[in-house]
């Protein structure tokens, strides 16, 4: 898909201009929230490891994957995020577990700090 790729040469911001041009400010913003993990990852400035991830859930032995938590720092849409994702064995975003929206980029530092 267009997107991944785009997303990986750091074009997010463009990626979400042009979907506000293609389908309007608000069904974009509804794409960018279902993908937002992914955007937030792409997008980072910043990452620190928060440890592994276990799951609880009825998945185990070949089905079961092994993942890491990682906070990261992040701009878009013209704000800075503090994020927690978490991220597969092969260095995607596999999900997004909280974020954190702030105004300054001195303020979401302080929050990326704080992040566990």
């Not at 794409?31 to 276990?54: C, M, N, P």
């Not at 974020?99 to 530092?109: L, T």
Request: glycine share 8%; proline share 1%.
């Amino acid at each position: 898909m267009t997107m991944i790729s785009d997303m990986m040469n750091g074009r997010c911001e463009a990626i979400v201009e042009d979907l506000c041009a293609r389908f309007g400010a608000i069904l974009a913003a509804r794409i960018v929230e279902s993908e937002e993990a992914d955007f937030l990852w792409e997008t980072r400035v910043k990452e620190r490891y928060l440890g592994q991830h276990f799951d609880v859930g009825f998945d185990d032995g070949e089905f079961a994957e092994e993942l890491s938590r990682v906070a990261v720092l992040s701009p878009l849409s013209g704000s800075w995020h503090v994020a927690a994702c978490l991220i597969d064995g092969e260095g995607r975003a596999a999900d997004l577990l909280w974020k954190q929206q702030f105004g300054s980029r001195a303020e979401a530092e302080i929050g990326f700090l704080r992040a566990r």
